[in-house]
């Protein structure tokens, strides 16, 4: 990479971090609760809107890991989802009614809380659909993990988006949680590098095949870099699919061998999806004038289901390295 | 009171607190020593924590300890003469850091030192022979000066190290010193200890080995040589470094697979292994699993410095050239193959077991076998999906095919996307009728002067994929027909190319796919040869040409 190439990125670096300065007077804080973070806690950062039923299990799963600290933005909800939050003693809440789609899809309200709360933590930022599952997450706490990214001198643990599904249609909301389970798509990821940014581009999935099979391009990333040894020079470029510095970005092996990943498992199909790709169509702060939830409205209205004879049901992380989605690298 | 602990400490405090007793109320004094760079404050805490012990357990003098110094030496060596020169009478003295505990009841450990008196363990391999080294640095560590902190000056270090190599800068042993390698964590006697420390020439060595590089794994491993009366050449610490040179941490779920290992003493615990500490202080032995621990760490190498072969994803995706095997395992491709016979699919899988697919690349259709929409891993038979990334198709065609060979058809130009890839994949088994197009254009029953476009295109297309897999570099396993050829011998392609997919297979004649020669077809090539755009893939015209058919026609 040419020098110049390199300022450029650093300006945008600046930019975007600068851009967070700015973004950050629009939240309002509800519960301030920051300063019971401790040095070595793991946070938690993540901007929702009406997600109230999904909270709780987002709450427990990354308390169960050892979390120590939730810092969520909450984008105008109106499902008493804020209230819940407030009253959590290990949440800290703030509150916005602008443009999600100004602040860069919320990157910028957490790139602002990041810089504030986040330098020298490890910091995972994930939506409240986001589940993060890593290797051994059933016996070692999260601590385990970043402790051994440190050792390993690693800032940063890639984790990928796996789109869960029920069986059955979409959109049965309220029903029971998978009476079925839970399912994926094992392997149809199109995966390319990223030229300037270094990171990699990952799309496939039940929503690539069923919503964008006629144009591949326009099919949602699945790349993510959720887990980050937070510093305030940092700044998430657009949501949590690449940073800067771009070191950051290089979570992959280019010389034949595995580096350690996760997976983010990925809810947003499981319940409630008709009704929310619904109500963003109308709200139109999603990219490119809400172009993916265009194609979800038309294919739900198709009737299409993305449970098919392929499907594999979810059982576990070590599933998942055997089917090669993720991978242990050289922890053992 | 037979054996004594040297206990190195440098973070974590409060499990080096525990580790210390532990040792030390099972009977063991035990010297500690902690790292000048922590704060006093950690000092008196640790200290604190075993003032109920003061009897047993002793701080010497502190050091600096940068890793790859001469501080963790000199830090050993203040340690082990404070606990000769306050325990005299140790038969062994045993090396542990702060992040080490033991698996078994220590009352094991002990019982089996005093059944072997005056042997020292401690691994001790001669450089020349032994290629382990980090950073290509083996012989070199003894021979260059190394005053440069590695962690902290690297630049320096590197710039220092390349100097010395350009001037031929070497710097001679002292006499009668052999330099041996090996694991920090040792078990000596006291006697062998007692030498290496009350050696005359001692002044000499410390001097020659502060310069050395990484010296706590050659200092006592060379001097044990000289002193040692009788010495077993392992550690008794279980410890094991990752691909990246970094030691292996081990966690509570590790327990089954250390007890099998049946080793005394582990390291590196991490401090968060509530389980492994309670088991430890409580003096219980633990649960032993189905395997022992050396294949997991060995696994781990394996998969961070190969990884799978054929996987591509988001931890993984090797450049060109560096896949380990760029399938999981051999595939077949034919081309020209449905053009030649009729019915020779299901003869085909029949003696083969192969998973056999149509055209998985013509244009503007994916061809599953059976004609599926979503194949093995909900691969969709979507044309748009696979032209968006053609090589990930294929590899997740194969790689969600692991235990199947695959095999799948192709005209000429369907490969071209996936050409590179598929010549310099050594599992590749590619069989082409070279010419068989023409087989097709015959059948369209249009004028040669119709079809001569046509025909130039697939020839080209056809020609780039035969240079591609005939070039030197290529490493496919290539078998190439031509047209001539293969109407000569029907059955030789098919045989071949079923031995090749599935090796040992007998294909019987039963059922044998029947040769589709169109009429007309002699007349095309001749026509297309006459017009100027001479067939030449197709291979000895003459007798393609030749009047057979005509005459019959």
């Known amino acids: 990479m040419q020098p110049w190439q390199r300022y450029r990125l650093r300006l945008e670096r600046k930019r975007w971090r600068l851009r967070a300065l700015r973004k950050r007077r629009e939240l309002e804080p509800v519960a301030d609760r920051t300063a019971g973070i401790v040095p070595r806690d793991a946070l938690v950062f993540s901007t929702f809107r009406n997600e109230m039923p999904r909270l709780a299990e987002f709450l427990a799963h990354y308390r169960d890991m050892g979390v120590g600290h939730f810092l969520m933005v909450d984008n105008g909800s109106d499902d008493g989802g804020g209230a819940y939050l407030a009253a959590q003693p290990d949440v800290s809440l703030w509150r916005t009614e602008a443009s999600y789609k100004r602040a860069r899809f919320g990157t910028d309200w957490l790139n602002g809380l990041a810089r504030r709360h986040g330098h020298g933590h490890w910091c995972l930022t994930v939506d409240p659909d986001e589940l993060f599952v890593y290797p051994f997450h059933d016996s070692r706490p999260l601590r385990a993990l970043t402790d051994w990214l440190d050792a390993s001198g690693l800032r940063s643990f890639p984790a990928m988006l796996l789109d869960l599904y029920p069986k059955g249609a979409l959109g049965t909301d309220g029903a029971a949680p998978d009476p079925e389970g839970r399912w994926f798509d094992a392997g149809n990821y199109a995966i390319s590098r990223n030229p300037v940014y270094g990171n990699l581009w990952i799309q496939g999935g039940p929503r690539a095949r069923l919503f964008f099979s006629d144009r591949p391009e326009r099919a949602p990333a699945l790349n993510k870099i959720p887990l980050v040894r937070w510093h305030r020079a940092y700044a998430y470029v657009s949501s949590t699919h690449m940073l800067l510095p771009r070191g950051l970005n290089r979570t992959y092996d280019e010389w034949g061998g595995e580096k350690a990943c996760g997976v983010l498992l990925h809810t947003k199909l499981m ?26 409205a038309e294919g739900l209205e198709e009737g299409r289901e993305p449970w098919c004879a392929q499907s594999e049901r979810y059982e576990g992380w070590r599933q998942l390295e055997e089917l090669g989605l993720m991978s242990r690298g050289g922890w053992a | 009171m037979s054996l004594g602990i040297v206990l190195l400490a440098h973070d974590n405090l409060g499990r080096a607190a525990q580790a210390a007793r532990i040792w030390a109320e099972a009977g063991c004094p035990v010297v500690v020593h902690l790292d000048r760079r922590v704060p006093t404050s950690g000092m008196l805490r640790l200290q604190a924590d075993l003032s109920d012990l003061s009897d047993r357990v002793l701080f010497c003098r502190r050091h600096r300890c940068d890793w790859g110094g001469w501080g963790i030496v000199a830090a050993t060596l203040e340690a082990a003469a404070t606990l000769l020169l306050r325990w005299p009478a140790i038969g062994h003295a045993y090396l542990v850091s702060g992040a080490c505990l033991p698996l078994r009841p220590v009352a094991e450990l002990q019982a089996f030192l005093a059944a072997r008196p005056g042997l020292d363990f401690i691994e001790s391999a001669a450089v020349a022979d032994v290629p382990w080294a980090q950073d290509g640095l083996s012989e070199e560590r003894f021979t260059l000066r190394f005053p440069f902190s590695w962690k902290r000056q690297r630049r320096l270090f590197d710039a220092h190290v390349a100097l010395q190599r350009r001037l031929g800068l070497r710097r001679s042993l002292p006499e009668g010193l052999e330099p041996h390698l090996g694991a920090q964590w040792w078990c000596l006697s006291g006697r062998t200890l007692r030498a290496i420390l009350a050696d005359p020439r001692r002044p000499e060595f410390d001097r020659y080995f502060r310069r050395v590089w990484i010296p706590d794994e050659s200092y006592f491993q060379t001097l044990a040589r000289r002193h040692s009366v009788t010495l077993e050449s392992r550690s008794l610490t279980l410890a094991r470094f990752d691909a990246q040179g970094k030691p292996h941490i081990l966690y509570d779920d590790h327990a089954p697979a250390l007890a099998a290992s049946g080793c005394f003493v582990a390291r590196k615990i991490w401090p968060g292994a509530e389980r492994l ?14 395997e022992p621990i050396e294949p997991a760490f060995a696994a781990a190498r394996l998969r961070r410095t190969r990884g799978r072969p054929g996987l591509a994803m988001q931890g993984r995706l090797p450049r060109p ?3 380990y095997g760029a399938s999981p395992g051999p595939w077949t491709v034919l081309q020209g193959f449905d053009e030649l016979w009729e019915g020779w699919e299901a003869w085909f899988t029949r003696a083969t077991g192969a998973e056999l697919h149509g055209r998985l690349f013509a244009p503007g259709r994916v061809e599953f076998a059976g004609g599926a929409a979503l194949w093995r891993g909900a691969l969709p038979a979507s044309p748009a999906w696979r032209d968006h990334d053609p ?144 067939p030449y893939l197709a291979g000895d015209l003459d007798a393609l040409c030749a009047p057979r058919d005509e005459a019959r026609a």
Not at chain 2, 280 to 286: I, K, T, V
Not at chain 2, 423 to 442: K, M, N, T
């Open chain 1, 271 to 296: 319940s409630g999806f008709p009704e929310k790709a619904r109500e963003e169509l109308e709200r139109r702060q999603h990219f490119a004038a809400s172009a993916e939830y265009r194609a979800y």
């Open chain 2, 277 to 290: 500490y309670a088991a430890a202080r409580a003096g219980q032995r633990l649960a032993p699993g189905p």
């Open chain 2, 321 to 323: 050239g560096w896949e």
């Open chain 2, 391 to 534: 090589e990930r198709f294929q590899g997740n065609l194969l790689w969600n095919g692991r235990g199947r060979v695959q095999a799948f058809c192709a005209a000429p130009g369907d490969l071209a996307p996936v050409m590179q890839r598929l010549a310099a994949d050594p599992e590749a088994r590619v069989g082409v009728i070279s010419g068989a197009w023409a087989l097709r254009l015959a059948r369209s029953g249009r004028p040669a002067v119709a079809l001569r476009a046509e025909a130039a295109r697939l020839q080209r297309a056809e020609a780039e994929l035969l240079a591609a897999l005939r070039a030197p570099q290529a490493r496919a396993r290539a078998r190439i027909w031509t047209l001539s050829e293969a109407l000569a011998a029907p059955m030789a392609p098919l045989f071949a190319m079923a031995a090749e997919t599935a090796p040992g297979a007998r294909p019987g004649l039963a059922a044998a796919p029947r040769l589709a020669r169109p009429e007309g077809l002699g007349r095309l090539l001749a026509a297309l040869r006459d017009l100027g755009t001479p």
